[in-house]
């Protein structure tokens, strides 16, 4: 079970967030940066298109990932009791 915790457990714990809490969110952050890569190749073909899309879309997601996440909150209480997800 440790090698279970270790993989699926230990990085989402770190962050504050469950796996699934962890999951959600990453899900929201990749769609994010998918479709603001392509609005940026948009933006490669016609440059009148999207001119601040892919910036703007880097600078919220610094905003919510690094400046306005808390690192410090705790983690559920059930997590210390030997349910890992």
Same mark, same amino acid.
């Given at each position: 079970?440790?090698?279970?915790?270790?993989?699926?457990?230990?990085?989402? /714990?770190?962050?504050?967030?469950?796996?699934?809490?962890?999951?959600?969110?990453?899900?929201?952050?990749? *769609?994010r940066m998918v479709v603001a890569g392509f609005a940026c190749l948009l933006h490669?073909?016609?440059?009148?298109c999207c001119v601040r899309t892919g910036s703007k879309t880097v600078h919220h997601?610094?905003?919510?990932?690094?400046?306005? /996440?808390?690192?410090? /909150?705790?983690?559920?209480? *059930?997590?210390?009791?030997?349910?890992?997800?």
């Amino acid at each position: 079970m440790d090698v279970f915790r270790k993989l699926f457990v230990e990085h989402p /714990r770190s962050v504050g967030e469950t796996y699934f809490q962890h999951m959600a969110s990453a899900f929201t952050f990749g *769609w994010r940066m998918v479709v603001a890569g392509f609005a940026c190749l948009l933006h490669g073909i016609f440059p009148f298109c999207c001119v601040r899309t892919g910036s703007k879309t880097v600078h919220h997601l610094h905003e919510s990932m690094i400046t306005h /996440r808390s690192r410090s /909150r705790a983690a559920p209480e *059930w997590l210390d009791h030997g349910a890992y997800i």
